[in-house]
């Protein structure tokens, strides 16, 4: 081996020990290359070297969990019907794979069981709840069914009472409070201070904010300085991964795992 090859190694090795200090979050899978929240999606995730995987739930009109992220099928078909009207049966007749690839044709929405059986040792799955508390019940069988340690997950919603009862029934799993940046009514900004008060309350480990919120190292400090975590999504420029992982955020949600393992590690 040369001296270049060896100061190259060398140098990618430690490249990729800098951008591994950063999770890497599949954002509904691999959706950029993969039909998104299905089996193909998460299994190119983990080949795409992602540390977590994150999708979306909803509560079918017959009590099942539905992986999907809208909040009704006009994506999908001619006339959009709400997904909490549809049955485990209804659900499982539509065809998600399609519009991304022919290729994909016929894929159908997974179980979550179907998911997290994917999930290798050391990896975790990112569990968003779409709806409300009424999740709940058939959230915890299946988790429960599921043989997942708490560690192998986390669980995240902008519903704060949905997700406020859910640290109640999973007390040992992190839960973290996703939040838009968005001008509300007033014209105002949301603010940090109140969003770091409302986890603590309900005793959330977190913060999953989005990519336009102000994060720069005092940001993240603070968050840190008040016992949390702060997660960043959905993440597909390098300007902007790099400058939030120099920032100290502990994940990033991307639809590109493999495209921003290698964007970290060049920085």
């Known amino acids: 081996m040369t001296r270049f090859s060896r100061a190259f190694l060398l140098w990618w090795v430690f490249a990729q020990l800098a951008a591994s200090g950063v999770e890497i979050i599949a954002h509904r899978g691999a959706s950029a290359d993969a039909p998104e929240n ?3 999606a998460m299994k190119l995730a983990w ?3 992602a540390d977590a995987i994150e999708l979306d739930l909803w509560l079918s009109a017959d009590g099942k969990l539905v992986v999907f992220h809208d909040a009704d099928t006009k994506r999908f078909e001619s006339v959009a019907r709400k997904i909490p009207s549809l049955s485990w049966e ?6 998600i794979g399609n519009w991304k690839d022919p290729k994909y044709k016929g894929e159908r929405i997974p179980t979550l069981e179907s998911i997290l059986a994917t999930v290798p040792r050391g990896k975790r799955a990112v569990l968003e709840i779409k709806c409300g508390p009424e999740i709940l019940p058939e959230f915890r069988k299946v988790l429960a069914a599921s043989g ?3 560690r192998d997950l986390a669980i995240i919603s902008f519903r704060y009472d949905a ?3 859910s640290k109640k029934i999973f007390p040992n799993i992190e839960h973290y409070f996703l939040h838009d940046y968005k001008k509300d009514k007033a014209g105002e900004y949301p603010q940090l201070q109140p969003l ?9 480990e977190g913060l999953n ?3 336009n919120w102000p994060i720069d190292k005092k940001f993240t400090e603070t968050v840190k300085a008040a016992g949390l975590k702060l997660f960043v999504w959905t993440v597909d420029d390098s300007a902007i991964a790099k400058r939030i992982a120099e920032a100290g955020v502990d994940g990033i949600t991307t639809n590109r795992p ?3 393992r290698d964007q970290l590690a060049t920085q």
């Open 196 to 204: 770091i008060a409302r986890c603590k309350e309900a005793g959330f």
């Open 47 to 49: 080949e795409q070297r």
């Open 90 to 95: 209804e659900a499982q007749k539509l065809d």
């Open 258 to 260: 493999k495209w921003l």
């Open 209 to 211: 904010l989005n990519f």
């Open 148 to 150: 997942r340690k708490p």
């Open 163 to 165: 997700l406020s009862e």
């Open 38 to 40: 299905t089996l193909s």
